[in-house]
């Protein structure tokens, strides 16, 4: 099989390619406009399928430098820091309160229900917490950079099962929330 070594530049570049793929076919597919998917997602996917089918027929295999990959995400978690403020939280009133209550009651029950389910079927409950919180709340930036622990921990293929879990979640969480997000602001007249 043949090894497609990408370095940091192209795979940036391909990234790009991917994003404005993505903003052509949103654009020429009216159901994906309308449904609000996002462009990100379409490229992705789109890339997704192709590295597939390299794979599965073994025609090739592409690789990728994460030398950037690091950068961007530290980039991506300092700009999410900016925007905490315990102050604003508390003045912005009860319905964000319990919105926040509630994130912590689901952050448990996703990590405790994660956990028992694995230790039911005979694997380490630390792959429950990889389909938990690690990946359903903080995202393949968090999942990548808590998975090594994880196999350090004794789950080994932790990583690739928090972020396989994450872009499943970022995925689903995509192409189920905007038609519901369309639907609701076409009832709501928004």
Do not use: W
């Amino acid at each position: 099989m043949t090894e497609i070594q990408l370095n940091m530049y192209h795979a940036l570049a391909l990234g790009a390619a991917m994003y404005a793929l993505g903003l052509v076919l949103t654009k020429k597919i009216p159901v994906l406009s309308r449904f609000c998917i996002p462009a990100p997602l379409v490229g992705g996917l789109c890339f997704a399928v192709f590295n597939t089918i390299l794979y599965a027929t073994g025609t090739a295999v592409i690789t990728f430098d994460d030398t950037l990959q690091t950068v961007f995400m530290i980039m991506f978690f300092t700009t999410v820091g900016f925007t905490v403020s315990i102050p604003l939280l508390f003045k912005s009133g009860k319905a964000v309160i319990m919105l926040l209550i509630l994130s912590i009651v689901m952050i448990i029950l996703q990590n405790a229900v994660g956990s028992g389910v694995m230790a039911l079927m005979g694997k380490n409950p630390l792959f429950g917490l990889a389909c938990g919180s690690i990946s359903m709340i903080g995202g393949p930036g968090t999942a990548a950079g808590i998975g090594p622990d994880l196999d350090a921990a004794g789950a080994i293929g932790g990583t690739t099962v928090a972020v396989a879990a994450a872009t499943f979640g970022l995925i689903f969480g995509s192409l189920l929330g905007g038609p519901i997000a369309r639907k609701l602001i076409v009832k709501n007249h928004l």
